[in-house]
């Protein structure tokens, strides 16, 4: 299963709102998750199960979509938010990732 | 608080193999599938294998496999993964990962919750 983002990089300040997009080959249900990487980090879970928020990730991420059409959404930017974004599918191994998208400081 | 720390990384000529580890710790590590992840510095993340909490089921990616084997040892808490026949296109941070079941569930859930900090593996003569 293919994953595509988009887009590969965008530029945004603090307090703006960003939305990334992840579309799948095929319908993956909700199977889809969304980590964030920062700079010499290992990936960091952010939103399972397409919009479930996992425990301790501020509420400021969200995601939705199902199906073949994903978004996550960060609502208010943070100077901490600012890193790679990759999202995940967990239908049907093997596993398949993103390219990722970075968020860079405007 | 829980833990997965990987070691083994080095620097390797093609066709030579590696061993990595990776040690868990703060929770029952023989209860969840663990999975190696692997990132070509400054690209993106590939899934590599995935072994079940008891080691029966095993799964690799087409990128690897016949050349790289997982185990487990639960009695040390303990994931490895031994790589053998290594190319250039090895060369990547690898990462191993913890997949939890799914929420009332059994076996594995594909979402990786918890990460190591990777072990860099550089194969070039």
């Known amino acids: 299963i293919q994953m595509t983002q988009s887009p590969s990089s965008l530029s945004a300040s603090v307090g703006d709102r960003v939305t990334i997009t992840c579309r799948a080959s095929?319908?993956?249900?909700?199977?889809l998750n969304w980590y964030q990487q920062k700079p010499g980090k290992a990936p960091r879970l952010l939103i399972f199960a397409a919009s479930s928020l996992q425990s301790d990730v501020p509420s400021s991420f969200s995601g939705s979509g199902s199906g073949t059409h994903f978004t996550l959404t960060i609502t208010s930017l943070q100077p901490g938010d600012f890193a790679t974004y990759y999202c995940?599918?967990?239908?049907?191994?093997?596993?398949?990732f993103g390219h990722g998208t970075k968020v860079e400081i405007k | 608080q829980v833990q997965l720390v990987e070691s083994g990384g080095d620097l390797v000529k093609p066709g030579g193999s590696l061993r990595l580890s990776c040690a868990g710790s703060?929770?029952?590590?023989?209860?969840?599938?663990m999975t190696w992840i692997r990132q070509v510095p400054g690209e993106g993340l590939e899934w590599v294998s995935y072994i079940s909490s008891n080691g029966n089921t095993i799964d690799y990616s087409d990128s690897v496999k016949g050349r790289f084997t997982i185990s487990r040892d639960n009695t040390k808490n303990s994931l490895y993964l031994q790589m053998n026949t290594l190319r250039a296109e090895d060369t990547a941070v690898y990462y191993c990962?913890?997949?939890?079941?799914?929420?009332?569930?059994?076996?594995?859930?594909?979402?990786?919750?918890?990460w190591g900090h990777g072990t860099l593996v550089t194969v070039s003569t």
């Open positions: 703060g929770f029952t590590f023989s209860d969840y599938y």
């Open positions: 990962a913890r997949d939890p079941p799914p929420p009332g569930g059994f076996g594995k859930s594909g979402v990786f919750d918890i």
């Open positions: 095929q319908s993956i249900n909700i199977s």
């Open positions: 995940q599918q967990s239908y049907s191994a093997p596993w398949t």
